[in-house]
């Protein structure tokens, strides 16, 4: 599917495009740009910048976030019409934090073919040049704005031991950070890429206990956009889960499993996230 791109192919190809330096764009994308009838754009004045920078002259409908779904119609509506359309958002890849999602839903609900046409994405950009082991990555795009709801978030991500991957904006990220430093310990890793593919484009990697000074060494550390990686858990040992195993099975024999949860992780300190999942594997073997 998509070698070959015509307009009037009624088609819809989701593109991605540049997260900074208006080169990172590929072959295909600027291909599937020049070819198709429609261009629909999260803002039709970024998108035409890059038009501009790559001389395609393209005819742009907006798709705006707060209006997705009317979007969607729209653009459903064209593909009737036998039209092709290429969704782009405002940078990097469609639907990735960003609108997309509705748009191709309503499309593939409708029967027409979607076509990814691939390339950047703030979070594969900077999980490869984090150095960190990436055989496992939870993306957790935004975080609640409000405290009480992100560090509700973060505690349910204690015990993940993948590498944890967030996007922030420049004027919360010193109170994110303190939080992720709360919640998830000092001791882990985390790497702030910044202003990836910009002139000011910065990767550094510290321990969560230094990273809110860090950030205010230099105001210029907390300009920009930016993506936060942190370590995973470390993962829990066999002879750990052997313990958790006797305790629970002792607890769960007299208790309620929520109540035998609650005693077990007071007991042996370990995760509640880990336990209650022992805890409820133990129940269905029993
Ligand atoms: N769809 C985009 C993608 O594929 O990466 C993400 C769009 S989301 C609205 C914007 C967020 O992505 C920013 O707040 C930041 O967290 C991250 N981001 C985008 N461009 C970036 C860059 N050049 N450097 C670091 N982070 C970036």
Do not use: W
């Given at each position: 599917m998509g070698t070959e791109i015509r307009a009037g192919t009624a088609t819809l190809y989701v593109v991605a495009t540049p997260i900074g330096n208006l080169?990172?764009?590929?072959?295909?994308?600027?291909?599937?740009?020049?070819?198709?009838?429609?261009?629909?754009?999260?803002?039709?004045?970024?998108?035409?910048?890059?038009?501009?920078?790559?001389?395609?002259?393209?005819?742009?409908?907006?798709?705006?976030?707060?209006?997705?779904?009317?979007?969607?119609?729209?653009?459903?509506?064209?593909?009737?019409?036998?039209?092709?359309?290429?969704?782009?958002?405002?940078?990097?890849?469609?639907?990735?934090?960003?609108?997309g999602a509705c748009v191709v839903a309503a499309v593939r609900a409708a029967g027409y073919p979607v076509v990814p046409v691939p390339g950047p994405s703030a979070v594969v950009a900077a999980l490869s040049a984090s150095g960190f082991?990436?055989?496992?990555?939870?993306?957790?795009?935004?975080?609640?704005?409000?405290?009480?709801?992100?560090?509700?978030?973060?505690?349910?991500?204690?015990?993940?031991?993948?590498?944890?991957?967030?996007?922030?904006?420049?004027?919360?990220?010193?109170?994110?950070?303190?939080?992720l430093c709360v919640i998830l310990g000092g001791e882990r890793d985390i790497v702030f890429a910044r202003e990836l593919t910009k002139i000011h484009e910065t990767i550094h990697r510290c321990q969560l206990a230094e990273a809110v000074s860090w950030l205010e060494a230099d105001d210029n550390h907390r300009r920009g956009e930016f993506v936060l990686l942190v370590a995973g858990a470390p993962d829990v040992p066999n002879t750990d889960a052997v313990d958790f195993d006797n305790t629970l099975k002792i607890l769960l024999a007299e208790l309620p499993l929520k109540q035998a949860v609650a005693l077990a992780v007071k007991l042996t300190g370990g995760s509640r996230n880990v336990i209650y999942e022992r805890a409820l594997a133990l129940k269905a073997e029993a």
């Open positions: 080169s990172d764009i590929t072959l295909r994308a600027l291909e599937v740009l020049r070819a198709v009838d429609v261009i629909a754009a999260e803002d039709t004045r970024m998108t035409a910048r890059l038009l501009d920078r790559h001389g395609i002259a393209g005819k742009m409908v907006a798709v705006h976030e707060h209006n997705e779904r009317a979007s969607a119609e729209r653009i459903a509506g064209l593909l009737a019409e036998g039209k092709s359309v290429a969704l782009v958002s405002d940078a990097g890849t469609p639907a990735i934090s960003d609108p082991e990436n055989s496992r990555f939870l993306f957790c795009g935004f975080l609640p704005a409000r405290a009480a709801e992100r560090r509700g978030v973060l505690a349910d991500l204690v015990a993940q031991t993948a590498t944890l991957v967030f996007y922030e904006a420049p004027h919360r990220v010193v109170e994110c950070v303190a939080d």
